[in-house]
C-alpha cells in the first residue's frame, strides 16, 4: 500500500475566480445600498416622507438623480465586466482565500471612503456612512457566513446552487445594520 504525501503548507497565490467574485459582491452591494438611499431621497422630495436630509425639493432630485446614476454604474460593472456570479468555496483554502480577499477589499474601500468623501453636506456624510457600513459589513459577517456556508455545503444541496445569492443577501442585510 502506497502512502501519499500530504502537505503540510497551503499554497496561497492570487485567485482571480475568488477575487472577483468578492470584487462582484462589494460592488453589486454597495450599488444596492446607494440605489436604496437615492429612492429615499426621491420620496423625501416628493414629499413621502418627513425632510430630514434636503432642504428643498430641487436638492433633493438633484441628489436622487446623481446617486441613483452612480448606483446604476456600480450595479453595471460586475454585470459587464467581471462576470462572475458564483462563491467559489469549496476547499478550505478557497474558504480562506475568500475571507481574506473580503476583508482586504472592505480595508480598502473603508479607507476609501474615511478619506476622499469631504463630509460638508449631510448626503455626503450618508453616503461615507454607507460605504463604512458595507466595508464594516464585509468585515464581519461575510466571513461568517462564507464559513458556515462552507460547513453546511456538503449537509445542504441549495448552499452550493445559491451561495452567491446568500452572501450578497446578507452583505446587503448587515450593512443595513451598521448604518
Known amino acids: 500500500m502506497q502512502y501519499q504525501k500530504i502537505p503540510n503548507e497551503l499554497n ?6 475568488n477575487f472577483l467574485s468578492i470584487f462582484g459582491l462589494y460592488l453589486f452591494s454597495l450599488g444596492a445600498v446607494l440605489s436604496g438611499y437615492s429612492l429615499y431621497l ?3 422630495s416628493v414629499g413621502r416622507t418627513e425632510r430630514v436630509i434636503i432642504s428643498w425639493t430641487g436638492q433633493g432630485l438633484f441628489w436622487f ?7 446604476i454604474f456600480i450595479l453595471f460593472i460586475p454585470v459587464e465586466f467581471l462576470n462572475v456570479f458564483r462563491v467559489y468555496n469549496s476547499s478550505f483554502k478557497d474558504l480562506i482565500i475568500n475571507i481574506i480577499y473580503s476583508i482586504f477589499i472592505s480595508l480598502f474601500f473603508l479607507i476609501l471612503f474615511q478619506y476622499t468623501i469631504n463630509l460638508e453636506t449631510l448626503i455626503l456624510n450618508d453616503i461615507s456612512s454607507i460605504g463604512k457600513a458595507v ?4 468585515f464581519i459577517s461575510v466571513p461568517i457566513i462564507l464559513f458556515l456556508l462552507h460547513s453546511l ?3 445542504l444541496e441549495l448552499v452550493e446552487r445559491f451561495s452567491y445569492s446568500f452572501v450578497l443577501l446578507t452583505w446587503i442585510l448587515s450593512s443595513q445594520l451598521f448604518i
Request: net charge positive.
Open 12 to 17: 496561497f497565490r492570487f485567485e482571480s475566480k
Open 42 to 44: 426621491l420620496l423625501e
Open 65 to 71: 438623480l446623481i446617486l441613483f446614476l452612480i448606483s
Open 135 to 138: 466595508s464594516f459589513s464585509g
Open 153 to 155: 455545503r456538503n449537509t
